[in-house]
């Protein structure tokens, strides 16, 4: 298996591999994803805010890294780049590209948005959804507010609020909105949540 894996796409892995080296580019891979993180060399940047992440969609499953940054970087600087991969090791035709601003993300979405990236094939840019909140349903009505949040706590980060109602779909149940401070901590709440029932 580990041979059939090493071939698929192996010129397009071994470009990759050479962009990587040329421009001293650290790649991370974490949970399906391979991040990287911008030069911030120079100046000192805070996580930009909401609204500052472009969606890239209809990615050509054999095109990596060193065609898609270089691109997206014609904008402006990336804080960070995420390309959503296989286990084979081919991406699986989306990414998401945080900028610094969100005048960039706009102007990336106006100039990238049906850019053919290889012949007869044009991605799609958008504005990134960012969902920071998860539902939480069929909770014991023992829980308030209070005691909610402090479970919550003790296995997630990044909690902003939390509202907790009735459930409209169970008696004697409740359901919890918990807002989070970022997509990436309730992404990781979930998959924290999810993995612990």
Known sequence: QQVWISSVNKLN???LSQWVKENNVLLEQVNGQRIYRG???GFVVEAPPFGTEVFIGSIPQEIYEDRLIPLFETIGRLFEFRLMM???GLNRGFAYARYLSKRQAGLAIFRLNG???QSGCKIVVCRSTEKCELIL???PCLFDRSSLTSVLCEVTTGIQAVSLFASPLADM???AIVKYNSHKE???A???LCEGL
């Open 13 to 15: 892995k071994e470009a």
């Open 39 to 41: 030069s911030t060399e």
């Open 86 to 88: 296989t286990f084979s």
């Open 115 to 117: 850019y053919e990236i």
């Open 137 to 139: 349903d069929g909770l």
């Open 173 to 175: 149940k409740n359901i």
């Open 186 to 188: 309730a992404a990781l």
């Open 190 to 192: 979930k998959k924290s």
